[in-house]
């Protein structure tokens, strides 16, 4: 895993947050939109709120292992990245005129969740919020027609796809490791957990979505998209590392008949 690239890529972006300024912008929204917004930006918030204590822990397992050195300063700055959009969000609520929330049940799950297992599991639920996540800023800021709201999910948006490649990466990387009933039963978990999560969110979200015309299937449709692409991409991955190790040892082998001779 390229995780210098990854330091590389947090630290710079880490001053970008503090940067976007709206508290100046009025704000035009019908309350028929605004305060189901709130609501549902204030979940989200909370959700970006965790200070990453056990991830941080798990990310000292694989610490020691050669492909992931660094992984461990690389996850310190992701954490921060996501506390910095807690942050941002929380402005955002409090700007529109709504209030910020300290516990929420699907948030409380989540939690629960994110570390029952090990750190691919923990990633793996991390990443299931982080697509739904993708839909979601970046239906808001299709459809909100408000300069912050759209400067922040632009933010955000831009963040999250950043994010969803940096946990491609090490799940390649981990799933490589994997036998190939290993990785079916993987992908078929991960589906799964997905699909049910993402219902719960369009249901828990479903008064902010009515107020932007968003029907539950539609959003449940473009998270499926999401997570499909995603897979996708992911099975790309594994394929290019198995190749490039096959590549390795067939050379390694080779050198050898060669020596022998
Ligand atoms: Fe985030
Ligand atoms: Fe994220």
Redo the contacts with the bound molecule.
């Keep these: 895993m390229n995780t210098q690239t990854w330091i590389q890529h947090y630290e710079t972006n880490a001053a970008v947050h503090d940067q976007i300024r709206f508290e100046s912008l009025g704000c035009s929204l019908p309350d028929s939109i605004r305060l189901p917004l709130c609501q549902s930006l204030a979940v989200f918030q909370l959700g ?1 709120s965790g200070g990453g204590t056990r991830l941080r822990r798990y990310a000292r397992e694989v610490a020691p292992l050669e492909n992931f050195r660094g992984y461990q300063r690389a996850i310190d700055l ?1 954490v921060c ?2 506390q910095a ?1 807690s942050r941002l969000l929380a402005r955002l609520v409090k700007h529109l005129g709504g209030q910020l929330i300290q516990k929420q049940w699907t948030n409380s799950i989540f939690r629960r969740l994110r570390f029952l297992v090990n750190l691919e599991f923990a990633i793996q639920v ?1 990443l299931t ?2 697509l739904i ?1 993708e839909v979601y800023y970046g239906t808001l800021y299709l459809r909100v027609k408000d300069p912050s709201v759209r400067s922040v999910c632009q933010q ?1 948006l831009r ?2 796809m ?3 490649a ?2 491609r990466e090490f799940l390649s990387e981990r799933l490589q490791t994997f036998s190939g009933a290993g990785r079916w039963f993987w992908q078929a978990q991960f589906r799964l957990i997905h699909a049910l999560t993402t219902r719960v969110v369009a249901w828990d979200h479903r008064g902010c979505l009515r107020a932007l015309g968003v029907s539950m299937t539609d959003f449940i449709q473009r998270c499926t998209q999401a997570q499909a692409r995603f897979q996708q991409r992911l099975d790309q991955h594994v394929t290019d590392l198995d190749f490039s190790l096959f590549s390795e040892e067939k050379l390694a082998g080779e050198s050898q008949i060669e020596v022998a001779r």
């Design positions: 970006e992701f990245e996501e959009h991390l919020a982080e996540a955000i963040d999250e950043k994010h969803l940096f946990q």
